[in-house]
């Protein structure tokens, strides 16, 4: 195992990425014991201080369990590469691009009154009603987003939650309005914790990171299809933004759905 010598960059976050890209590659599998603190300290030639704190880091991003008496192992579902999203792409498309598979799970399906910058920007009437779904989105089994989903229900009267488990729902949207997104949505990205219910879902701690992400989907004439506010866990993703003349050309912004 090579030294780790970039003067730079903490000791324990060096052997954090070395240990990444050791389990990225397969050389640790999930489900499988790593090296004891002892065995590590000897082979990277650091102190067991150190490799202490990159264990607990990689524990606290997911990446390994540690059991008391048994030693430290590789967590199931966490041994992937972050997934990285182009902007022109649905979570489901970005999913395939990266060679995992999208699954969607609804957590609810209801028709709510549209209120504030929704109802203006559907340009509805008072007491005019939204369809708002919730759905948790994986990546080969492992959570990755809540999405919260907001469309009118006059356009989608038939809905039911069956018909959006497991699905694409740009492309259900598509196939239900018969109108085609044309993904120039305006959006907005920051940074939130996670609160204890979306920390649940998701399998992480409550107040760690995550991206809240707001999306205003349209059709290719400008027409409002559906609003978006979804929560991503940083750490198992990664947005691909286009920048100068490229950007300009792309028919896209963040899209998770």
């Known amino acids: 195992m090579p ?6 960059i903490p000791l324990y976050q060096q052997l954090m990425e070395e240990l990444k890209a050791i389990i990225s590659t397969g050389l640790y599998t999930a489900g499988q014991k790593i090296p004891s603190e002892s065995e590590l300290s000897t082979a990277y030639n650091v102190s067991r201080i150190t490799v202490r704190r ?17 030693g430290t192992f590789v967590n199931e579902n966490r041994a ?4 990285v999203h182009d902007q022109t ?10 060679h995992v598979t999208a699954d969607a799970h609804v957590l609810g399906l209801e028709r709510v009154d549209a209120r504030g910058e929704d109802r203006k920007f559907f340009g509805l009437e008072e007491g005019e009603q ?3 779904l919730t759905r ?9 987003l809540i999405e919260n989903t907001y469309f009118p229900c006059k356009h989608h009267e038939a809905i039911t939650p069956e018909d959006v488990e497991h699905v694409s729902l740009i492309e259900k949207i598509e196939q239900t309005s018969g109108r085609r997104i044309a993904r120039k949505p305006a959006a907005s990205i920051e940074i939130i914790k996670a609160r204890a219910e979306q920390a649940s879902l998701l ?8 991206f809240y992400v707001q999306t205003y989907l349209t059709d290719i004439s400008g027409k409002p299809l559906a609003v978006g506010y979804h929560y991503i866990v940083g750490r198992r993703f990664m947005f691909k933004l286009q ?8 028919e896209g912004e963040p899209v998770s759905n």
């Open 89 to 98: 792409l649905s979570f489901t498309e970005t999913c395939r691009n990266n």
């Open 54 to 70: 990159a264990i607990e880091e990689l524990c606290h991003e997911g990446y390994l369990t540690k059991f008391q008496g048994k």
């Open 80 to 83: 992937t590469h972050k997934i």
């Open 3 to 8: 030294e780790l010598k970039d003067v730079r």
């Open 243 to 250: 920048t100068g003349q490229n950007a300009s050309d792309d």
């Open 136 to 144: 948790l989105r994986t990546a080969d089994g492992t959570p990755v």
């Open 203 to 210: 399998d992480v701690l409550t107040g760690d990171p995550l």
């Open 130 to 132: 939204l369809f708002h």
